[in-house]
């Protein structure tokens, strides 16, 4: 177990996005040209002339010029800025996208808009993600940033969709991040506190996740060996004795039934029960350690976990 620690996972999102061209029940003569444009990958030429259409008082009442003008923005995006955090051809296209969705025949164009929007949402979350693990200046801030742009496009983009999932995802990235500042500075217990918060989130609006359970025990643990590596030849021997009894105390309070929550959850996990063996471990419980090494032995046998996976 030690500094391990479950880590969040990016989501990639690919679509194959076709402009469509002609989508209008009324001719869009500027519009259907920046199509046409921007499908030859001549998107300078395909803003410019999606703006003018934007400026035509007929051609702009219809979603499908809009959309356009989104979809633009979104190839520029892609083609030029993919990555930066601050695109705002990306925070232009998702407006226009948004104002398409708004206008009297937005359902003939509702589909393909969605499906630009998903794409876009998605980066905004994967940029989150990545935020999240930097530990520049401002990178929380952006983090927050990006995410919220995320939570608020998305369910425009996926009406239904359940937010719960990347909610937890996000705050289970925040914690990590905390944890490694704590790794590097162990003195500083306001990361520790901040990465058990982030946790302690998660399990409020799931009490079934394993994962934080799993986190949180960890970081109670890894408190108690910071407490044991302070002792050394200079410690006197009360001193080490109340370090040794506080350190027992935070493992068998508080990662130990952490842990026992996490294995109720998923007791055929590998790394939960590589815990279990681990704190038994510290707390000299050697009747659960052998107890729980069976379990590995097992769970191996059974095709379960793989050999390294409990480590």
């Known amino acids: 177990m030690g500094n391990t620690m479950k880590r969040s996972k990016y989501i990639a999102s690919c679509l194959a996005l076709v402009i469509s061209i002609a989508g209008s029940s009324q001719p869009l003569a500027l519009t259907n040209e920046a ?9 300078d030429a ?4 999606s703006n003018m259409a934007l400026a035509d008082k007929s051609e702009a009442a219809d979603a499908y010029c809009w959309y356009v003008n989104g979809y633009v923005m979104k190839e520029i995006y892609k083609e030029r800025e993919y990555g930066l955090r601050t695109s705002v051809f990306r925070d232009n296209a998702m407006k226009s996208f948004s104002y398409s969705m708004n206008l009297k025949n937005a359902e003939q164009h509702a ?3 969605r499906l630009a929007m998903k794409y876009l949402a998605s980066t905004y979350y994967n940029d989150a993600l990545q935020a999240s693990q930097s530990n520049a200046v401002g990178a929380e801030q952006e983090a927050y940033r990006l995410f919220e742009t995320f939570m608020k496009w998305m369910p425009m983009a996926e009406p239904g969709v359940s937010m719960m999932g990347y909610r937890k995802e996000f705050t289970k990235s925040i914690g990590q991040r905390y944890f490694s500042l704590w790794q590097l500075d162990t003195d500083k217990p306001e990361y520790r ?11 409020k609006l799931d009490s079934t996740e394993v994962d934080a359970y799993y986190n949180l025990s960890v970081i109670h643990y890894n408190q108690a060996v910071f407490m044991y ?13 109340t ?6 105390k935070l493992i068998r309070e508080k990662a130990l039934p952490l842990m026992d929550k996490a294995y109720a959850l998923a007791p055929e996990k590998g ?4 815990g279990k063996i681990i704190l038994h471990r510290a ?7 052998e107890y729980f090494k069976q379990e590995i032995a097992r769970l191996m046998r059974e095709g379960k976990i793989k050999a390294d996976s409990h480590k």
């Open 46 to 49: 395909a803003l410019e002339m």
């Open 35 to 43: 199509a046409k444009l921007c499908q030859q990958m001549k998107l």
């Open 229 to 241: 590596r302070k002792i050394n030849h200079e410690t006197d021997m009360f001193d080490m004795m």
């Open 111 to 113: 589909s393909m808009t």
């Open 243 to 248: 370090i040794q009894e506080a350190a027992a």
């Open 193 to 203: 506190d901040k990465a058990l918060e982030q946790y302690e989130k998660i399990v």
């Open 271 to 274: 790394e939960v029960v590589h």
């Open 283 to 289: 707390l000299d419980h050697e009747k659960d350690v």
